[in-house]
């Protein structure tokens, strides 16, 4: 059977595969060679799709990159590797390349997966992508609020907090959005290519307000810096560039509207002949923001004195416990690696006989058994609302 698929398999395209692969894993040409007991130049035909792959040379070279054969017969589509993206405009040492390599890796293989999907229901992601903003010659903090009204204006948000950021990330302007875990320090991976689009990997391991705050934070470079992919983790700059110092003050605008926060604080004060402690936790769950971002935003308004933060900091303030303490619960939304779209498009592939269940589980990033438990849960919520699907959280379902 493996000698039927090579005998019929586009030879240009599988020399591509075996080439992203043999640089994604750091062998060399030569290396390759002494692997399938060949010369160099055979490798070079190989990649070039100019001489064809025997199944033993396959077997060995799949071995070799850490693949299986499937990654290399199954049809599926071809895309420029992310990490070479990465390497060209990303400067990184050798401990960073190593904590991060393998969730932009993971980020890759999960979007080539969803162009997979899409390509075998013939249902594409709907783009709803806004022209890219010129922010050039504008002072950071004035671009920064025109382009958080112009996008709540285009998306239809009014200036209401945002509930399930990510779904309307994905539903109303077509990002490809995943919860990957990654090291503590890292908060987001966003990458864009002509064939996937916008796309962006958001640390698992976060709470939910700091996601909604990275969500927003690489929204921010598709608007302003598109194709400018970007790792974004705690102390990376001794300098903020002027673009990211754009990406860190998009978020309090988009998620804090002025217009707002200003009623809602006036409201509070005016009820309470103060602004409170309890206001302050109230008013940041209201808006699913950390209360230390709400303070710094109020600060920034002259609604709170300088250094408020800081002070309620040196105090001990314990902000979990206050909010237990209040009965704010903690904010709730789906963590589950794959977004909503991508489900639905496994699980009708599935049920068409277009996918096995092995392909099923290795897109849900799961093994058989959960894969199937996932897939009951998926049919039993298929015909619900909207509403009910956005509310799914497939881990803990």
Not at 319 to 346: C, F, N, S, W
Request: some cysteine.
């Amino acid at each position: 059977m493996a000698i039927n698929i090579l005998d019929t398999i586009d030879m240009s395209r599988l020399g591509e595969l075996l080439q992203q692969a043999r640089k994604k894993c750091g062998v060399t040409q030569a290396d390759a060679a002494k692997i399938i007991d060949a010369a160099r130049t055979t490798i070079v035909a190989i990649e070039k799709g100019e001489r064809r792959l025997k199944p033993n040379e396959l077997i060995k070279l799949a071995r070799a990159y850490g693949k299986s054969i499937s990654d290399f017969v199954q049809s599926r589509p071809v895309i420029q590797p992310f990490e070479v993206q990465f390497r060209a405009t990303y400067r990184r040492n050798e401990a960073e390349e190593a904590q991060i390599n393998p969730s932009i890796s993971h980020l890759e293989e999960l979007c080539r997966n969803y162009l997979e999907l899409e390509e075998i229901m013939d249902a594409p992601l709907p783009r709803n992508y806004p022209q890219e903003y010129e922010v050039n010659n504008m002072p950071i903090e004035a671009a920064a609020e025109s382009i958080a009204i112009s996008e709540r204006q285009r998306l239809g948000l009014g200036d209401a907090p945002i509930a399930h950021l990510r779904d309307i990330l994905e539903q109303n302007v077509g990002l490809r959005i995943f919860y990957i875990k990654m090291p503590s320090k890292y908060s987001e991976v966003y990458s864009f290519d002509e064939k996937l689009g916008g796309c962006m990997a958001i640390n698992a391991n976060h709470p939910e307000e700091r996601r909604c705050w990275s969500l927003a934070h690489g929204y921010l470079h598709f608007l302003a810096h598109r194709r400018k992919p970007v790792v974004d983790f705690d102390d990376q700059y001794q300098r903020l560039p002027e673009s990211e110092r754009l990406a860190e003050a998009f978020p309090k605008y988009f998620l804090m509207p002025t217009s707002s926060l200003l009623k809602q604080f006036n409201d509070m004060h005016r009820s309470h002949g103060k602004f409170t402690p309890t206001n302050l936790f109230t008013l940041a769950h209201y808006y699913g923001v950390s209360v230390s971002a709400l303070v710094y935003r109020l600060e920034d308004m002259g609604l709170l004195p300088s250094g408020t933060w800081d002070r309620l900091r040196d105090r001990g303030l314990k902000v979990r416990k206050v909010q237990q303490e209040l009965g704010l619960e903690a904010i709730m939304q789906r963590t589950d690696v794959t977004p909503i779209h991508y489900q639905h498009l496994a699980i009708e592939a599935l049920d068409q006989g277009l996918i096995t269940e092995g392909r099923f589980a290795s897109f849900l990033d799961v093994d058989r058994l959960e894969a199937r438990r996932l897939a009951e849960v998926l049919r039993e919520h298929s015909s619900g609302t909207l509403e009910d699907i956005t509310h799914l959280d497939l881990r803990q379902a």
